[in-house]
Nanobody, 120 residues
C-alpha cells in the first residue's frame, strides 16, 4: 500500500504561478513512476505530467513549457508540480498518482486531490 498526500492548491489569477506537492509513504520502494492528473468539472480525468523512477519526465501537450515536474533531491518520493503562466482552463482538481510494482501487475494509488482555480 502507498499513501499519497497533496498540498499547494488554491486560487490564482490568470498568468500566475502555483506549486503543488505530493508526498508518498508506505511501500514506496515499489513505485515506478509518480504522476499528476487533473479533472475539470464535467470532464474526464486527464494526464498532466510524469516522472519515472529514473527521473525521466513527460508532459501533456497542453502544459508543456508551462509546467515542470520535479522531485526532492533528498526524498525522491516527494514530487512537485510547478505551474507557471496559469490559464483559466487549468482550473481543476489535481490528483497525485503513483504506479507501483506488484505481483498482479502495475497498481495505481491516488491522493485525495487538491483544487486549483485560475480566475480573475
Amino acid at each position: 500500500q502507498v499513501q499519497l498526500v497533496e498540498s499547494g492548491g488554491g486560487l490564482v489569477q490568470p498568468g500566475g504561478d502555483l506549486r503543488l506537492s505530493c508526498s508518498a509513504s508506505g511501500a514506496i520502494t515499489t513505485i515506478t513512476s509518480m504522476n499528476w492528473y487533473r479533472q475539470a468539472p464535467g470532464k474526464q480525468r486527464e494526464f498532466v505530467a510524469r516522472i519515472t523512477r529514473s527521473g525521466i519526465t513527460d508532459y501533456a501537450d497542453s502544459v508543456k513549457d508551462r509546467f515542470t515536474i520535479s522531485r526532492n533531491n533528498a526524498d525522491k518520493y516527494t514530487v512537485y508540480l510547478q505551474m507557471n503562466v496559469l490559464k483559466p482552463e487549468d482550473t481543476a482538481v489535481y490528483y497525485c498518482n503513483a504506479v507501483c510494482d506488484s505481483y498482479t501487475g502495475p497498481t495505481n494509488y491516488w491522493g485525495q486531490g487538491t483544487q486549483v482555480t485560475v480566475s480573475s
